[in-house]
């Protein structure tokens, strides 16, 4: 079992910059898969990007060259660090991680792009 908590949202005008973290309760080093996924009002929710153990990562379409997941296995945190932000971006971001076939989900954080 793991707690995830999400920080680091807010609200930025197109073109900037934010930075969400995802703090886990224990040590994500043995977690194979962690994402981030996003919400916006009145849409599915849906895959931004993923990391796995290795550090290998995958990312959708629409935020590749843009955003960039990352780990600190010593920190137990996943970063989303996301640049040239679009009002289309905005939504509520989760983070997510795969334990042993069970998925545990942050509370989600706010992000609002600004044209």
């Known amino acids: 079992q793991v707690q995830l908590v999400e920080y680091g949202g807010g609200l930025v005008q197109a073109g900037g910059s934010l930075r969400l973290s995802c703090a886990a309760s224990r040590t994500i080093f043995s977690i194979g898969f962690m994402g981030w996924y996003r919400q916006a009002p009145g849409k599915q929710r849906e895959l931004v990007a993923v990391i796995v153990r290795s550090g290998g990562t995958n990312y959708a379409d629409s935020v590749k060259g843009r955003f960039t997941i990352s780990r600190d296995n010593a920190k137990n945190t996943v970063y989303l660090q996301m640049n040239s932000l679009k009002p289309e971006d905005t939504a509520v971001y989760y983070c997510?991680?795969?334990?042993?076939?069970?998925?545990?989900w942050g509370q989600g954080t706010q992000v609002t792009v600004s044209s």
């Open positions: 997510q991680a795969s334990v042993t076939g069970t998925s545990y």
